[in-house]
């Protein structure tokens, strides 16, 4: 009784030190789980698990053991019970097939047989110091009975953290083939599971007779470990999902740690023969072909299978959760083959021609971005027909600012036509180009080149333009490029996608842009570290700051906010001043260069210039927002602002009062986002020490701050405005797609040869590169 007490002590103080505690449990499951489904057909994608509402999990031994395989790992098992009875707490019906009892058993029986020895031994030599002494092998089936009492009030006392209640259900595989015991089992966890109780299950060890090999039955499982007990189970109750927790990632199709293997994302029915199986766990009695032949059996009764790691650190916490949210974990049993080639596949595909794009000649790439150029005006008709399908469906779904960036029209595919043009000779001057040349010594040249950064994913919301945009910065790089779109435009973005394909197989390199509209999570690409080198958002705000959290592995470039300021100073001019004012604002709301905020001098209030300003934004309809300063001056005040961060993206901006430019740049420093900033005055001191001093990407003089864009630069076309302050800053176009390389040209030479007793030495002599020189 003092054990039980001690044991359910500590997990009280384990559970109370992490982040989640009963109530915010209970809290969290007020959202209830209500999707009843008709069970006999498996899901066929990850985003339908959501709809599970009966599951089991499947706790292999090497999940639920320590590493020296005596005793229970109780962290990892403290957080994955966590998860199960959040989901329980949803609605949810949970079942667990666990492992344990034998490591619980001999960590047991040691402590026994060793205190024991100790006993004797003193008993018989009448001394303190004891001989060393060695415990014998343990019997598996002696260590399950002592172990299944410890381990089912482990389980009582953590679920009962959680308000939970569990019932312990021992089986045997004779229990599934006398049919008056399954009927009794299968209505013993009905009533269970009625009851809103977690069953937890496992076999018989005490008593189970060694597995016999081959020994299924037509069309049956036979229990021979807990894998089969698990699919055996998942069918008979009409389980929606089955996961089965491990100490691999998910099934691969070669062994884990071998220099080819690849974790499998989704496996069908038929795939076998291209797998290589590898050793089984260090514990436990099946192995990764055993999961997959219990996984298959399942997925063939209607449930649907994920294996996954339950040892992971990094995962453990969160794995079963992942899971149900449809979120890409481990590997997916499916029956339903996909249309088209998985994310993985079309990402090998990109990298494939993205290297051949790279290899042409610059005058190669710039045909195909004039080729792509003449199909946006020639097939304008079809584009425009597809993006108004896009714009009837998007209206009263979404806001106007992301309708706005919905919407093409004849005047922006002239206009993009134009830009790529542009592109397209400045194709000429990009993969290749020489940067240093330098002299390491006689007979031994450097040279720094520029190349391709590798594959890119670019992620945007509602503005189909971009894609045409993106996909010539792509292609004058030689990088190959992956495109997520919003749904939103998905008939625009495929009528593009299908004209830049078309562009790229005049050199045959169609496959190097690739357009993912397979069901992929946003978070799910951003773990591709080993397939994509970089990521560039275009969209809200929330989505750049989304990614930058999810892709911990790849870098990010761009900007989260696009809060953009123009400054009036007190000598600034009364029709520049105005004309600035309005096109920042007011010619594209929605755009992340427009003015969020306008800085005005103290010295301009109640001034003919201040109440020009103030009459042009109410012509426009532009909703003003009073910056605490501002709302002081005043008697009756606008809308106060509830924030000096806002980005509106409509036809709304804050004003507020500075006493000086000084003041407007420590306002700009302090509530800015370092993308563009503007200073309207006619002192040109004034002016440079504006634009010396703010710290942002783009600075501009007596200019509206809708100049900050690629286009407008001259780049051609821009991925996007980044406000990093390494690599590209500012819009980003063909540089920003860049790298370099390192090419050492020599004779043999070794290091050896400049050491104290070489016969050379280090010359370092720059060589002159000619303007436009490639390598």
């Given at each position: 009784?003092?054990?039980?007490?001690?044991?359910c002590?500590?997990l009280?103080?384990?559970?109370?030190?992490?982040?989640?505690?009963?109530?915010?449990?209970r809290?969290?499951?007020?959202?209830?789980f209500?999707?009843?489904?008709?069970?006999?057909?498996?899901?066929?994608?990850?985003?339908?698990?959501?709809?599970?509402?009966r599951?089991?999990?499947?706790?292999?031994s090497?999940?639920?053991?320590r590493?020296?395989?005596c005793?229970?790992?109780?962290?990892?098992?403290?957080?994955?019970?966590?998860?199960?009875?959040?989901?329980?707490?949803?609605?949810?019906?949970?079942?667990?097939?666990?492992?344990?009892?034998?490591?619980?058993?001999?960590?047991?029986?040691?402590?026994?047989?060793?205190?024991?020895?100790s006993?004797?031994?003193?008993l018989?030599?009448?001394?303190?110091?004891l001989?060393?002494?060695?415990?014998?092998?343990?019997?598996?089936?002696?260590?399950?009975?002592a172990?299944q009492?410890?381990?089912?009030?482990?389980?009582?006392?953590?679920?009962?953290?959680?308000?939970?209640?569990?019932?312990?259900?021992?089986?045997?595989n004779?229990?599934?083939?006398?049919?008056?015991?399954?009927?009794?089992l299968?209505?013993?966890?009905?009533?269970?599971?009625?009851?809103?109780?977690?069953?937890?299950?496992n076999t018989?060890?005490?008593?189970?007779?060694?597995p016999?090999?081959?020994?299924?039955?037509?069309?049956?499982?036979?229990?021979?470990?807990?894998?089969?007990?698990?699919?055996?189970?998942?069918?008979?109750m009409?389980a929606d999902?089955?996961?089965?927790?491990?100490?691999?990632?998910?099934?691969?199709?070669?062994?884990?740690?071998?220099?080819?293997?690849?974790?499998?994302?989704?496996?069908?029915?038929?795939?076998?023969?291209?797998?290589?199986?590898?050793?089984?766990?260090?514990?436990?009695?099946?192995?990764?072909?055993?999961?997959?032949?219990?996984?298959l059996?399942?997925?063939?009764?209607?449930?649907?299978?994920?294996?996954?790691?339950?040892?992971d650190?990094?995962?453990?916490?969160h794995v079963i959760?992942?899971i149900v949210?449809?979120?890409?974990?481990?590997?997916?049993?499916?029956?339903?083959?996909?249309?088209?080639?998985?994310?993985?596949?079309q990402?090998?595909?990109?990298?494939?021609?993205?290297?051949?794009?790279?290899?042409?000649?610059?005058?190669?790439?710039?045909?195909?971005?004039?080729?792509l150029?003449e199909?946006?005006?020639?097939?304008?008709?079809?584009?425009?027909?597809?993006?108004?399908?896009?714009?009837?469906?998007?209206?009263g779904r979404l806001?106007?600012?992301?309708?706005?960036?919905?919407?093409?029209?004849?005047?922006k595919?002239?206009?993009?036509?134009?830009?790529?043009?542009?592109?397209?000779?400045?194709?000429?001057?990009?993969?290749?180009?020489?940067?240093?040349?330098?002299?390491?010594?006689?007979?031994?040249?450097l040279?720094?080149?520029?190349v391709?950064?590798?594959?890119?994913?670019?992620?945007?919301?509602?503005?189909?333009?971009?894609?045409?945009?993106?996909?010539?910065?792509?292609?004058?790089?030689?990088?190959a490029?992956?495109?997520?779109?919003?749904?939103?435009?998905?008939?625009?973005?495929?009528?593009?996608?299908?004209?830049?394909?078309?562009?790229?197989?005049?050199?045959?390199?169609?496959?190097?842009?690739?357009?993912?509209?397979?069901r992929?999570e946003?978070?799910?690409?951003?773990?591709l570290?080993?397939?994509?080198?970089?990521?560039?958002?275009?969209?809200?705000?929330?989505?750049?700051?989304?990614?930058?959290?999810?892709?911990?592995?790849?870098?990010?470039?761009g900007?989260?906010?696009?809060?953009?300021?123009v400054?009036?100073?007190?000598?600034?001019?009364i029709?520049?001043?105005?004309?600035v004012?309005?096109?920042?604002?007011?010619?594209?709301?929605?755009?992340?260069?427009?003015?969020?905020?306008l800085?005005?001098?103290r010295d301009?209030?109640?001034?003919?210039?201040?109440?020009q300003?103030?009459d042009?934004?109410?012509?426009?309809?532009?909703?003003?927002?009073?910056?605490?300063?501002?709302?002081?001056?005043?008697?009756?005040?606008?809308?106060e602002?509830?924030s000096?961060?806002?980005?509106?993206?409509d036809?709304?901006?804050?004003?507020?009062?500075?006493?000086?430019?000084?003041?407007?740049?420590?306002?700009?420093?302090?509530?800015?986002?370092?993308?563009?900033?503007v200073?309207?005055?006619?002192?040109e001191?004034?002016?440079?020490?504006?634009l010396?001093q703010?710290?942002?990407?783009?600075v501009?003089?007596?200019?509206?701050?809708?100049?900050?864009?690629?286009?407008?630069?001259?780049?051609?076309?821009?991925?996007?405005?980044?406000?990093?302050?390494?690599?590209?800053r500012g819009?980003?176009?063909?540089?920003?797609?860049?790298?370099?390389?390192?090419?050492?040209r020599?004779?043999?030479?070794t290091?050896?040869?400049?050491?104290?007793?070489?016969?050379m030495?280090?010359?370092?002599?720059?060589?002159?590169v000619?303007?436009?020189?490639f390598?």
């Amino acid at each position: 009784m003092f054990a039980r007490f001690a044991l359910c002590s500590l997990l009280k103080c384990r559970i109370q030190r992490s982040n989640i505690c009963p109530a915010s449990i209970r809290a969290f499951s007020q959202a209830k789980f209500s999707l009843p489904r008709p069970h006999g057909k498996s899901f066929a994608h990850r985003s339908e698990l959501k709809q599970a509402k009966r599951i089991v999990v499947k706790l292999g031994s090497a999940v639920v053991t320590r590493g020296d395989e005596c005793g229970l790992a109780l962290g990892r098992l403290a957080s994955i019970v966590e998860q199960v009875a959040m989901l329980q707490n949803q609605g949810r019906e949970m079942m667990i097939v666990t492992s344990g009892a034998v490591a619980f058993g001999k960590q047991r029986l040691r402590h026994e047989i060793l205190l024991s020895q100790s006993v004797r031994q003193a008993l018989h030599s009448g001394q303190n110091q004891l001989k060393d002494m060695s415990v014998p092998v343990l019997e598996a089936r002696a260590c399950a009975a002592a172990g299944q009492s410890g381990l089912m009030a482990l389980y009582e006392a953590m679920f009962t953290q959680y308000s939970t209640c569990t019932a312990q259900i021992l089986v045997t595989n004779l229990d599934f083939h006398d049919e008056q015991k399954r009927r009794n089992l299968n209505s013993t966890l009905h009533e269970l599971l009625r009851m809103n109780i977690v069953p937890i299950i496992n076999t018989n060890d005490a008593v189970v007779p060694p597995p016999v090999p081959n020994s299924d039955l037509q069309g049956v499982i036979s229990i021979k470990d807990n894998d089969s007990l698990a699919a055996r189970l998942a069918v008979e109750m009409k389980a929606d999902l089955l996961i089965a927790l491990s100490d691999v990632q998910g099934l691969y199709d070669s062994p884990p740690g071998t220099d080819d293997a690849k974790l499998i994302d989704i496996f069908y029915p038929g795939d076998q023969q291209s797998i290589t199986y590898g050793t089984k766990s260090r514990v436990g009695i099946g192995g990764m072909e055993a999961k997959v032949k219990a996984a298959l059996w399942a997925l063939q009764g209607g449930t649907s299978v994920i294996i996954a790691n339950g040892t992971d650190p990094k995962v453990t916490g969160h794995v079963i959760t992942d899971i149900v949210e449809g979120k890409k974990v481990g590997t997916f049993f499916s029956e339903v083959k996909p249309a088209g080639p998985t994310i993985e596949q079309q990402t090998e595909m990109a990298r494939h021609a993205g290297r051949t794009l790279a290899s042409l000649l610059p005058e190669q790439r710039g045909e195909i971005i004039c080729c792509l150029a003449e199909l946006l005006t020639e097939k304008k008709d079809e584009i425009l027909s597809a993006n108004r399908k896009d714009m009837e469906l998007a209206t009263g779904r979404l806001s106007q600012p992301l309708i706005n960036r919905l919407s093409l029209s004849t005047a922006k595919l002239n206009s993009l036509a134009i830009g790529l043009r542009q592109l397209a000779v400045s194709s000429r001057n990009s993969v290749g180009r020489v940067l240093r040349r330098t002299r390491v010594a006689n007979n031994l040249e450097l040279e720094q080149i520029t190349v391709p950064i590798g594959v890119l994913l670019v992620i945007f919301e509602s503005r189909p333009d971009c894609l045409p945009q993106v996909s010539a910065l792509a292609i004058s790089s030689g990088n190959a490029l992956l495109l997520k779109g919003g749904k939103e435009a998905a008939n625009t973005n495929r009528i593009l996608h299908q004209l830049t394909q078309e562009a790229l197989s005049i050199h045959g390199v169609a496959d190097a842009i690739q357009l993912v509209s397979t069901r992929e999570e946003v978070e799910d690409l951003c773990r591709l570290d080993k397939m994509i080198d970089l990521i560039i958002p275009r969209g809200s705000s929330q989505l750049v700051r989304d990614i930058q959290k999810a892709a911990k592995g790849i870098p990010v470039l761009g900007h989260s906010e696009g809060v953009c300021h123009v400054y009036i100073d007190s000598e600034a001019s009364i029709d520049k001043a105005i004309e600035v004012v309005r096109d920042s604002k007011c010619d594209y709301p929605a755009a992340c260069n427009a003015m969020e905020t306008l800085l005005i001098h103290r010295d301009l209030l109640r001034t003919p210039i201040f109440d020009q300003i103030i009459d042009m934004l109410r012509t426009e309809q532009v909703k003003i927002h009073a910056g605490p300063r501002f709302a002081s001056y005043l008697t009756f005040s606008p809308s106060e602002v509830k924030s000096l961060r806002t980005e509106y993206g409509d036809l709304e901006c804050c004003i507020e009062v500075v006493d000086s430019m000084q003041d407007a740049v420590d306002h700009i420093h302090k509530y800015g986002s370092s993308h563009t900033d503007v200073i309207v005055t006619e002192n040109e001191d004034t002016a440079e020490q504006y634009l010396q001093q703010v710290d942002s990407a783009c600075v501009f003089w007596n200019a509206s701050s809708r100049f900050a864009d690629g286009y407008r630069f001259g780049l051609g076309a821009e991925v996007g405005i980044s406000t990093a302050r390494i690599h590209a800053r500012g819009p980003v176009g063909l540089e920003g797609l860049l790298t370099t390389k390192w090419v050492l040209r020599g004779e043999g030479h070794t290091v050896a040869d400049f050491s104290e007793q070489g016969s050379m030495k280090y010359l370092h002599e720059h060589i002159p590169v000619p303007q436009g020189h490639f390598n």
